[in-house]
């Protein structure tokens, strides 16, 4: 019952990173200096900055993998020596969850 609470509460915290880094909510000002600096000389957009930027707050079935890192490690569930499978497990079950509900509000897609 408790695995199943710190999914839905780091499904949650995924979407309020998310929405807080969209349109023009208080962390927005943070993404567009981030995707300025995405840019090279030659005008191209940086792809590992890029790739970087989706599980940080740019896609919310991509934050699974950091965020519930994050979670995994700081709750009293977390080995730091050993991956274990509540680690694998709880990070698929958020990005699974992060997906159904953006796929119920349509909004499966980047900032």
């Known amino acids: 019952m408790e695995n199943i609470i710190l999914i839905i509460v780091n499904s949650l915290f995924c979407y309020g990173v998310w929405i807080s ?8 000002s943070l993404r567009e200096k981030y995707e300025n600096t995405l840019i090279l000389g030659n005008g191209r957009k940086s792809r ?25 490690l700081f709750s009293r569930q977390a080995d730091f020596g ?11 079950c958020v990005a699974g969850l992060n997906f159904l509900i953006a796929e119920k509000l349509d909004s499966y897609k980047t900032i």
Not at 50 to 67: D, E, G, Q, T
Not at 82 to 92: I, R, Y
């Open 21 to 28: 880094f969209s349109g023009d909510m208080i962390f927005s």
């Open 82 to 92: 050993v991956v274990s499978w509540d680690f694998v497990v709880h990070v698929v």
């Open 48 to 72: 590992f900055f890029y790739m970087l930027s989706k599980p940080l707050f740019n896609c919310v079935v991509c934050m699974a993998s950091i965020w519930g890192a994050i979670f995994v």
